[in-house]
Nanobody, 116 residues
């Protein structure tokens, strides 16, 4: 059984920083990409940042220059460093894995709340 475990969410004031972690547990097939998505109340889930097996990255326009996605060498853990947080970053953040066979997995989410 595969599992994604997120951590690092919490309450922070605007302008502050948080670092999210996503640990992959179990026997995954070949992972081609890992990503962070978020869903704010009343809104659709959106892609925040993605990193591929080749370490290519892409970001939502709203977080460029403020958020950084990274991974450890073993591809077990992916991080999302979030700086200069804004109230509009408040959301539940979900970790995602895409395998080369097309399977996709999601974590349960971690809540990030940014107060003004």
């Amino acid at each position: 059984q595969v599992q994604l475990v997120e951590s690092g969410g919490g309450l922070v004031q605007a302008g502050g920083s948080l670092r999210l972690s996503c640990a992959a547990r179990g026997n995954f097939f070949t992972m081609t990409a890992r990503a962070w998505y978020r869903q704010a109340p009343g809104k659709q889930r959106e892609l925040v940042a993605k990193i591929t097996s080749g370490r290519s990255t892409n970001y939502a326009d709203s977080v460029k220059g403020r958020f950084t996605i990274s991974r450890d060498n073993a591809w077990n853990t992916v991080y999302l460093q979030m700086n200069n947080l804004k109230p509009e970053d408040t959301a539940v953040y979900y970790c995602n894995v895409l395998e080369s066979n097309g399977m996709e997995y999601w974590g349960k989410g971690t809540l990030v709340t940014v107060s003004s």
